[in-house]
């Protein structure tokens, strides 16, 4: 059964910078696809960064030269550096999966991916 778990959520104040993780369990990591989705409050959820087995990457419009996605085969772990937060980032960052390999355009569609964790909560106040 494949598992996902998230952690390193916080309260940052902007301009601060945190690190997400995710452990994965129960599947060959390092062919799925991965990806990291944000829902925050009342919006629908919206891929922020994703990565496929290659190590190919995208990321929102709004992340991108802030965000960066990385994998680690050898120890089943999905990382989301996160710099110079801004009031708009908060939300539930969830960790996601899925054994098919994705375009560019489709790695931030929430709807790609299976396999889902049960998120962890980013906060962005002075």
């Known amino acids: 059964q494949a598992v996902l778990v998230e952690s390193g959520g916080a309260l940052v104040q902007p301009g601060g910078s945190l690190t997400l993780s995710c452990r994965a369990h129960?599947?060959?990591?390092?062919?799925?696809?991965m990806a990291w989705v944000r829902q925050g409050p009342g919006t629908r959820r919206e891929g922020v960064a994703g990565?496929?087995?290659?190590?190919?990457?995208n990321y929102v419009a709004s992340g991108k030269g802030r965000f960066t996605i990385s994998r680690d085969d050898a120890s089943n772990t999905l990382t989301l550096q996160m710099d110079n937060l801004k009031p708009e980032d908060p939300g539930m960052y969830y960790c996601?999966?899925?054994?098919?390999?994705?375009?560019?355009?489709?790695?931030?569609?929430?709807?790609?991916?299976?396999?889902w964790g049960p998120g962890t909560l980013v906060l962005v106040s002075s």
């Open positions: 996601a999966a899925d054994s098919r390999q994705w375009g560019r355009v489709t790695l931030l569609s929430s709807e790609a991916y299976s396999t």
């Open positions: 990565i496929n087995p290659p190590g190919s990457t």
């Open positions: 129960g599947f060959v990591f390092g062919t799925y696809t």
